[in-house]
């Protein structure tokens, strides 16, 4: 059973940075994509960020020059750092892997930012 454990949310004010983890239960490198997708109370999950088996990464455009993810192979760890934080990315965060047609979610990290 694969299991994605976030961790690092949590109230943050304006202009602030935060990291955000997530430990995979297994080796990361099995599972096509791993990252991070957010969704705010009334709208749709959309992404926040994502990187491939092969080291390719995919950004929200709403997020570019924001965020950077980063994978640690030897952790099996997938993290995302967030800076200039806005009110509007307030939400519930969660860690996200693929492989072939299986989504895998975790339980999700509350980030909010407020001052």
């Known amino acids: 059973q694969v299991q994605l454990v976030e961790s690092g949310g949590g109230l943050v004010q304006p202009g602030e940075w935060l990291r955000l983890s997530c430990a995979v239960s297994e080796n990361i490198f099995n599972f096509n994509v791993v990252g991070w997708y957010r969704q705010a109370p009334g709208k749709l999950r959309e992404l926040v960020a994502t990187?491939?088996?092969?080291?390719?990464?995919d950004y929200a455009d709403s997020l570019k020059g924001r965020v950077t993810i980063f994978r640690d192979g030897l952790s099996n760890t997938v993290d995302v750092q967030m800076i200039s934080l806005r009110p509007e990315d307030t939400a519930v965060y969660y860690c996200?892997?693929?492989?072939?047609?299986?989504?895998?979610w975790g339980q999700g990290t509350q980030v909010t930012v407020s001052s």
């Open positions: 996200h892997a693929k492989r072939l047609s299986t989504n895998y």
């Open positions: 990187i491939n088996v092969g080291g390719v990464t």
